[in-house]
């Protein structure tokens, strides 16, 4: 009996499941999960471009020349996606407290690494005479930064084993938050969350979060290399989890750097993209894709630098990816003839630099900085607790400097400086202006065929949708609603809602001011909103952006969401002038929040548009500035543009006659949102 309750059970689950496959919304029109369609779509990219990278790559390899080519090639893609670095100045370093311990001192330090910007550290010396190697450490995610118990024991086995050693307090962490306060700390993982947000600003400025990283560490190096203790010719570079994503960038921007060690963090973008998605945005560069750069290839750009790999075979890191990063890097440090100064190190262990990883590391800088290969066990000795590492007064730089200059406020201030090169931009003749904006935002006409497949008719409260997919070869299918007047219609509505098409079709208010008018209503959902909307279990809340995976894989292959959407736009205008229908009639342009800013620049490079009603979006890049905790700001911007001109400078290069700024309320009083 039992048995044949659970095979009759069987059989009811298998008959229940093609027809829950074909359960849909009301007003979708897609029959394939839509949901998927644009991360497939971005992915595709990701991997033709990767795939493009490996080939040259195996051309590099092929001899010594070429692979010193392909490096010096890899050293100047970094210094382009980087972006522009802060201002020289004085370090004004401070030394705010003392630990003398058994064989090492740890100094508290302060130092600015542009004017009024101030980095806390850790200088462990060791009590031994003469001028000595030196490595500075590089923080992962940790809150604690500086005073992690991995991190100070790192450090104390260096220094007790005749190192200098320099362990920075990153952007976002330790005594060094920017946006958000300590209390906000305790309850969520502020370094990832804040290295995002302020990415978004620097991003739109022409700089990046990795940059102003990497600032920090060159100039905690310029320091070093003022210290008597240090031998200015062994100096080396350690860092663990995002902090050794940072000592990636580091290693092949920084010269004198003469060994390096990563823990816990080179793999495979491709791979990572595959398996989790992108991660927060200090190490996240746009355009990597589109210049063909990997994890590996940053440290390409420093070989053949002896090189060690750390990694737990249990890694959240992905350990294949971090396996084929070697493999690459192999083969080029083969090609250059020095095979022997590159090593991956594994552990039967998980994420983080523990006690095997830490002795490798030393006898790795050993064998480089001091010419002695031999292993050296740690021995068991006691850390500091976090308060007495601590350098400020008050435990954060923000609260000690009165004129502490945050990453944000230098990102303000730097869009604020960029005026005059904006308005210098801006004086040519409207025809150079929108060919050169098209340019910068990577925008080029879509000349395919349009495709149009249209659905059986929905019908809801007496008034019949038409539902059609718009299709080009090699972009996102567009699903859209029609509803069409009584009669000729005088004019088309365009309603490009960031909710989707669902969430106005049964908005009674705009149906009966359309049918009224005599217009014919489309209601479209463009990539990304509406059946094509990522999930919100794929983009996690700290990021500050409900379509953050894919605004970030956007930008990696360089192309922006903003620039795909201004394509989708265009196709919909495309459309309606092969359209029988509404051929000749004027179009009048509606969108909201995120869909702002792609109409705009869509008004550009069509004159199909009489009116434009743009709702509850930004009115200028400085309300990204000047917002910084604002969220979805991947979804409003091409990377630096702000360079260029400013969203007020479009509207007089727009051939429509009215474009009007409303906001959220507004719409929402018209029951137009809801």
Same mark, same amino acid.
């Given at each position: 009996?039992?048995?044949?309750?659970?095979?009759?059970?069987?059989?009811?689950?298998?008959?229940?499941?093609?027809?829950?496959?074909?359960?849909?919304?009301?007003?979708?029109?897609?029959?394939? +999960?839509?949901?998927?369609?644009?991360?497939?779509?971005?992915?595709?990219?990701?991997?033709?471009?990767?795939?493009?990278?490996?080939?040259?790559?195996?051309?590099?390899?092929?001899?010594? $020349?070429?692979? =010193?080519?392909?490096?010096? %090639? =890899?050293?100047?893609?970094?210094?382009?996606?980087?972006?522009?670095?802060?201002?020289? %100045?004085?370090?004004?370093?401070?030394?705010?407290?003392?630990?003398?311990?058994?064989?090492?001192?740890?100094?508290?330090?302060?130092?600015?690494?542009?004017?009024?910007?101030?980095?806390?550290?850790?200088?462990?010396?060791?009590?031994?005479?003469?001028?000595?190697?030196?490595?500075?450490?590089?923080?992962?995610?940790?809150?604690?930064?500086?005073?992690?118990?991995?991190?100070? $024991?790192?450090?104390?086995?260096?220094?007790?084993?005749?190192?200098?050693?320099?362990?920075?307090?990153?952007?976002?962490?330790?005594?060094?938050?920017?946006?958000?306060?300590?209390?906000?700390?305790?309850?969520?993982?502020?370094?990832?969350?804040?290295?995002?947000?302020?990415? +978004?600003?620097?991003?739109?400025?022409?700089?990046?979060?990795?940059?102003?990283?990497?600032?920090? &560490?060159?100039?905690?190096?310029?320091?070093?290399?003022?210290?008597?203790?240090?031998?200015?010719?062994?100096?080396?570079?350690?860092?663990?989890?995002?902090?050794?994503?940072?000592?990636?960038?580091?290693?092949?921007?920084?010269?004198?750097?003469?060994?390096?060690?990563?823990? /816990?963090?080179? !793999?495979?973008?491709?791979?990572?993209?595959?398996?989790?998605?992108?991660?927060?945005?200090?190490?996240?560069?746009?355009?990597?894709?589109? +210049?063909?750069?990997? =994890?590996?290839?940053?440290?390409?750009?420093?070989?053949?630098?002896?090189?060690?790999?750390?990694?737990?075979?249990?890694?959240?890191?992905?350990?294949?990816?971090?396996? &084929?990063?070697?493999?690459?890097?192999?083969?080029?440090?083969?090609?250059?003839?020095?095979?022997?100064?590159?090593?991956?190190?594994?552990?039967?262990?998980?994420?983080?630099? !523990?006690?095997?990883?830490?002795?490798?590391?030393?006898?790795?800088?050993?064998?480089?900085?001091?010419?002695?290969?031999?292993?050296?066990?740690?021995?068991?000795?006691?850390?500091?607790?976090?308060?007495?590492?601590?350098?400020?007064?008050?435990?954060?730089?923000?609260?000690?400097?009165?004129? +502490?200059?945050?990453?944000?406020?230098?990102?303000?201030?730097?869009?604020?400086?960029?005026?005059?090169?904006?308005?210098?931009?801006?004086?040519?003749?409207?025809?150079?202006?929108?060919?050169?904006?098209?340019?910068?935002?990577?925008?080029?006409?879509?000349?395919?065929?349009?495709?149009?497949?249209?659905?059986? #008719?929905?019908?809801?409260?007496?008034?019949?949708?038409?539902?059609?997919?718009?299709?080009?070869?090699?972009?996102?299918?567009?699903?859209?609603?029609?509803?069409?007047?009584?009669?000729?219609?005088?004019?088309?509505?365009?309603?490009?809602?960031?909710?989707?098409?669902?969430?106005?079709? #049964?908005? /009674?208010?705009?149906?009966?001011?359309? *049918?009224?008018?005599?217009?014919?209503?489309? *209601?479209? #959902?463009?990539?990304?909103?509406?059946?094509?909307?990522?999930?919100?279990?794929?983009?996690?809340?700290?990021?500050?952006?409900?379509?953050?995976?894919?605004?970030?894989? %956007?930008?990696?292959?360089?192309?922006?969401?903003?620039?795909?959407?201004?394509?989708?736009?265009?196709?919909?205008?495309?459309?309606?002038?092969?359209?029988?229908?509404?051929?000749?009639?004027?179009?009048? *342009?509606?969108? &909201?929040?995120?869909?702002?800013?792609?109409?705009?620049?869509?008004?550009?490079?069509?004159?199909?548009?009489?009116?434009?009603?743009?709702?509850?979006?930004?009115?200028?890049?400085?309300?990204?500035?000047?917002?910084?905790?604002?969220?979805?700001?991947?979804?409003?911007?091409?990377?630096?543009?702000?360079?260029?001109?400013?969203?007020? #400078?479009?509207?007089?290069?727009?051939?429509?006659?009215?474009?009007?700024?409303?906001?959220?309320?507004?719409?929402?009083?018209?029951?137009?949102?809801?």
């Amino acid at each position: 009996m039992r048995s044949l309750l659970k095979g009759i059970t069987g059989w009811i689950f298998f008959l229940l499941l093609p027809f829950k496959a074909l359960v849909q919304k009301p007003f979708s029109v897609a029959d394939w +999960e839509a949901g998927r369609s644009l991360h497939a779509y971005l992915l595709e990219k990701v991997h033709k471009q990767y795939d493009e990278r490996r080939a040259a790559l195996n051309r590099a390899v092929g001899s010594r $020349r070429s692979a =010193m080519a392909y490096c010096y %090639s =890899m050293r100047q893609r970094l210094l382009k996606l980087l972006g522009s670095m802060p201002p020289m %100045s004085p370090l004004n370093p401070v030394v705010t407290g003392s630990n003398k311990r058994e064989g090492y001192t740890v100094k508290n330090i302060i130092y600015e690494s542009f004017p009024h910007h101030h980095v806390t550290a850790s200088l462990y010396l060791p009590g031994l005479p003469g001028r000595l190697p030196a490595v500075i450490f590089l923080c992962g995610h940790e809150d604690a930064a500086k005073s992690t118990e991995s991190y100070q $024991r790192t450090a104390i086995l260096f220094a007790k084993n005749g190192f200098v050693v320099l362990v920075i307090d990153p952007i976002s962490q330790g005594e060094r938050l920017q946006l958000t306060s300590a209390a906000e700390n305790a309850l969520d993982r502020v370094g990832k969350k804040e290295h995002t947000l302020l990415n +978004e600003l620097a991003n739109l400025a022409g700089t990046s979060a990795a940059a102003y990283q990497l600032w920090d &560490n060159k100039r905690g190096l310029d320091y070093l290399t003022t210290l008597p203790e240090v031998d200015t010719a062994r100096i080396g570079c350690i860092g663990n989890s995002g902090g050794g994503m940072q000592a990636i960038y580091f290693t092949g921007y920084e010269k004198r750097l003469k060994a390096t060690a990563v823990c /816990s963090y080179l !793999s495979s973008h491709e791979r990572m993209y595959d398996l989790e998605g992108p991660t927060d945005g200090c190490v996240e560069l746009p355009d990597e894709g589109r +210049e063909h750069m990997e =994890m590996s290839d940053y440290l390409a750009a420093a070989a053949p630098i002896p090189l060690l790999v750390l990694a737990g075979r249990f890694d959240s890191i992905d350990f294949i990816g971090t396996e &084929n990063a070697v493999d690459d890097l192999t083969r080029l440090y083969t090609a250059l003839g020095k095979r022997d100064r590159i090593h991956l190190f594994t552990y039967d262990d998980g994420h983080g630099i !523990s006690k095997p990883k830490r002795e490798a590391a030393l006898a790795w800088f050993r064998k480089w900085l001091c010419k002695d290969a031999s292993l050296v066990k740690e021995n068991s000795f006691s850390i500091l607790p976090g308060d007495q590492l601590q350098a400020t007064k008050t435990g954060q730089v923000s609260t000690d400097f009165r004129d +502490e200059a945050s990453i944000a406020s230098r990102n303000l201030l730097l869009f604020e400086s960029l005026a005059a090169q904006r308005n210098k931009f801006l004086q040519r003749s409207r025809e150079v202006l929108v060919q050169d904006i098209a340019r910068l935002i990577r925008w080029e006409p879509n000349t395919a065929a349009i495709e149009t497949e249209r659905k059986a #008719d929905m019908v809801k409260n007496g008034i019949t949708y038409q539902p059609l997919i718009i299709r080009r070869q090699g972009e996102l299918p567009v699903t859209l609603l029609v509803v069409m007047p009584a009669g000729t219609p005088k004019k088309i509505v365009l309603w490009l809602g960031e909710q989707g098409k669902a969430g106005l079709a #049964d908005s /009674s208010r705009l149906l009966q001011a359309c *049918l009224a008018e005599r217009a014919a209503l489309v *209601l479209a #959902d463009i990539r990304g909103t509406g059946e094509s909307e990522d999930k919100a279990e794929f983009n996690e809340y700290r990021y500050s952006n409900k379509e953050y995976r894919n605004a970030m894989l %956007s930008l990696h292959i360089g192309s922006s969401l903003v620039t795909q959407r201004v394509g989708d736009i265009l196709t919909l205008v495309k459309w309606m002038g092969t359209d029988e229908r509404f051929s000749g009639l004027p179009v009048e *342009l509606n969108a &909201n929040g995120v869909l702002t800013v792609p109409a705009l620049y869509a008004a550009l490079f069509t004159n199909a548009f009489s009116n434009i009603r743009l709702y509850g979006g930004i009115r200028s890049y400085r309300d990204i500035f000047e917002q910084p905790r604002g969220r979805d700001w991947y979804s409003y911007f091409v990377p630096g543009m702000v360079k260029y001109y400013d969203l007020p #400078d479009l509207l007089p290069l727009i051939n429509a006659p009215h474009v009007f700024f409303d906001d959220r309320e507004t719409a929402r009083q018209r029951n137009y949102l809801k």
